[in-house]
């Protein structure tokens, strides 16, 4: 299902619709929230035709448009001059969806009256929910450029209100600022200010919802595409470290601050544990430091464009420095992307060559393209197509291959297999290890290959080996001792 949320006001509504209906030619969608159109009452109907949707809502204030596909049969909750509130049932899936049109007021006084209305909405909300439009407040300060300092008691009064609802940022891809001011130099500003909001029914129905900030043409807003794909499940993506971490000045200082284990257990167990433990922190430190790389370079590349207009029409030294300091920040976050996707391409034959993220995106493409697997023969020569039957049977194909009916207990074979080597020569061979062979083992690694089953690159252990090492080392040891590695354990990366 494909929707679309905007506040088409400001710049050129005109032109605004006309991008409308060339974006529903395109992608068809089911229900279109507009936000602040054009007043006169008579262009409802005008438009419904022109973008060919079978029922059109508007709110008391002319403010807020809906315009709904016949598939849903629509009933009007609440009518009120900051939010639209409609409960959509889907006759051909039978999925009720409760959809609130937002367009919040200025003054935050005057917002008090929409976090009531959403409060006694949420009381008893048992539907899936989708709360989206134009907030007019950010959640934090990193939603907004320029400009004056933020009001923390609307930013409290906002949060406040979505926490108690039980409603979550549904996320989104593309520039985080979704309005500008349109003005120049010290006067642009840039915010954050519609977003897409969701109760944990939405988010349980529809898994594969997606949100997409698009470019502002036609509206000093950004239009807010939602693609909801009720049959995707949601995917759990497994840990994988990132090599640019490395390169990080704060990295090795927090792997030695978190490689630490509250518990005594023999060196599998540990190392195990303590590999755990540092993907969660890392996780965490990774979203702090660096946040969303794709999501920042589109920020980025909006800002820069803004400040190049700037010193083009004013050439002053404080606008170049502007410009500077801004496209400094573009190529560090572009320097990451490429790292990621020469990392993800697995090509270890390309060093340091021009900048080309889109090579190393399609051969990501490419070979995810070779490894998929459509249909398999099970042990009866049957085709399996099904995912959860496809999985099960390369489960069972490897068991059988790994599992022995008999085990041998007659050895008489080794008697016809002659020495070649004298006592010194074995006890060589049966010598534990040294902390340097291990070591030149591990850094015999390739770190720019694939990473293990548990996540870690090479890289991670070249690089945090006066760390990790004697844990290792230990793990080693153990092992050319006769200790067994514990069945919970199932890999590790060495």
């Not at 529809?206 to 900030?213: C, M, Q, S, V």
């Not at 090599?243 to 927090?254: D, G, P």
Request: glycine share 6%; proline share 3%; hydrophobic share 40%.
């Amino acid at each position: 299902m494909d929707a679309i949320i905007w506040n088409v006001r400001s710049v050129n509504t005109m032109q605004a619709f006309e991008r409308l209906i060339l974006m529903h030619r395109h992608h068809h969608f089911e229900f279109i929230g507009v936000i602040e159109p054009m007043q006169q009452s008579n262009k409802v109907e005008r438009y419904r035709n022109r973008i060919g949707l079978a029922q059109a809502v508007v709110n008391v204030s002319n403010k807020i448009w809906a315009f709904i596909d016949e598939v849903f049969e629509v009933t009007i909750l609440y009518n009120m001059v900051q939010q639209l509130t409609l409960k959509l049932f889907h006759t051909e899936t039978h999925v009720e969806l409760i959809l609130t049109l937002v367009y919040a007021k200025c003054d935050p006084i005057e917002r008090i009256e929409l976090w009531d209305s959403l409060y006694a909405m949420a009381t008893d909300m048992t539907s899936p929910w989708l709360v989206g439009g134009d907030f007019n407040v950010i959640w934090d300060e990193e939603e907004k450029f320029g400009g004056l300092p933020v009001s923390l008691n609307e930013v409290d009064d906002f949060r406040h209100c979505i926490n108690t609802c039980n409603l979550v940022d549904l996320g989104f891809k593309g520039s985080i600022y979704t309005w500008w001011n349109g003005r120049s130099e010290e006067d642009c500003i840039f915010k954050r200010l519609d977003r897409c909001l969701g109760n944990m029914e939405l988010q349980q129905t529809f898994p594969g919802l997606e949100i997409t900030h698009l470019s502002k043409t036609g509206s000093d807003h950004c239009p807010m595409l939602l693609k909801c794909d009720i049959e995707v499940e949601p995917i759990k993506k497994p840990f994988r470290f990132l090599n640019f971490w490395t390169k990080h000045e704060n990295f090795k200082a927090v792997v030695k601050e978190n490689w630490t284990a509250d518990i005594a257990a023999n060196p599998f167990i540990m190392f195990n544990y303590k590999l755990k433990n540092l993907k969660k922190i890392l996780s965490s430190w990774s979203r702090s430091t660096y946040g969303d790389i794709f999501q920042k370079i589109a920020s980025l590349e909006e800002v820069v464009l803004v400040h190049e207009k700037q010193f083009e029409a004013v050439p002053t030294q404080m606008n170049r420095e502007r410009l500077h300091k801004v496209k400094a920040e573009l190529i560090r976050y572009l320097a990451l992307e490429e790292e990621f996707w020469k990392q993800k391409a697995g090509m270890a034959w390309f060093k340091d060559g021009d900048r080309n993220t889109r090579f190393f995106h399609a051969q990501v493409r490419g070979r995810r393209k070779k490894l998929q697997l459509k249909r398999i023969k099970d042990s009866n020569g049957n085709w399996i197509e099904e995912d959860t039957q496809i999985a099960e049977e390369a489960v069972n194909f490897y068991r059988d291959q790994f599992t022995e009916d008999v085990v041998p207990s007659v050895f008489h074979i080794m008697d016809h297999v002659p020495t070649l080597i004298d006592e010194e020569q074995n006890e060589m061979l049966i010598a534990n290890p040294t902390r340097e062979e291990v070591k030149k083992a591990v850094y015999g690694l390739n770190g720019d290959s694939a990473g293990g089953p548990d996540g870690f690159t090479g890289a991670f252990f070249h690089t945090c080996w006066d760390i990790v090492g004697e844990d290792i080392y230990a793990m080693v040891l153990a092992f050319f001792n006769g200790q067994q590695l514990p069945k919970s354990i199932t890999h590790t990366n060495l």
